[in-house]
C-alpha cells in the first residue's frame, strides 16, 4: 500500500522555501491538483507580490508539470483589463466535470470606491475555470466584494 501523502511531499519539496503550499486535490480519475503560492517576479502592476502557480501530476506525484497562467482570449479583453491574474488569492478550488474550477478575488484595486461606471473597478470574486483544448483561463466576474454588508461572502 502507498503512502498518500507521498505525492505531496514530493511536491512541496520541489518548490523554494518562500513558496507556499495551498490546497491539494485528489480526482476520481487519479490525477492531482495543487495550488502553490509563489513569490512574484517582477512584482505585478498593482504591487502584487505573489501568485498562484496551478501544478498537475498524472503518475500519482511523481511528476508535475505547471499549468499555463495565460487567460482566454475572450477574458483578456474584457475581464482581464479588470481582474489580477494570475491569482493572489485562492478562495475554492474545485474539480468538476473534468474541468478545474477556482474562485479567487482581486484585492489590488487603486481606489476605495469605485470611479469608473458599472463598477468596473470595485474589488471583485472571480470563477476561473482552466480550458485543457485551449490551454487557458475563462474568467468571469461572481459578484462584486462589499465589505459593509453584514456578513458577506462569496458565491
Known sequence: MTNPKLPILKLAASFGEESQLLE???????????AVKERRIPIGPNGEQSQISFVFSTDSGQSWETLSAALHWRSRIWNGLFASWPPEHLEEMSWRNNRLAIVTRDPWIPYEKPILPFRLDQESYWKAVFESRSNSWKLTRINYVDYEAPDFTAG
Do not use: F, S, Y
Open 24 to 34: 491539494v486535490l485528489r480526482c476520481a480519475d487519479g490525477r492531482w491538483i495543487a
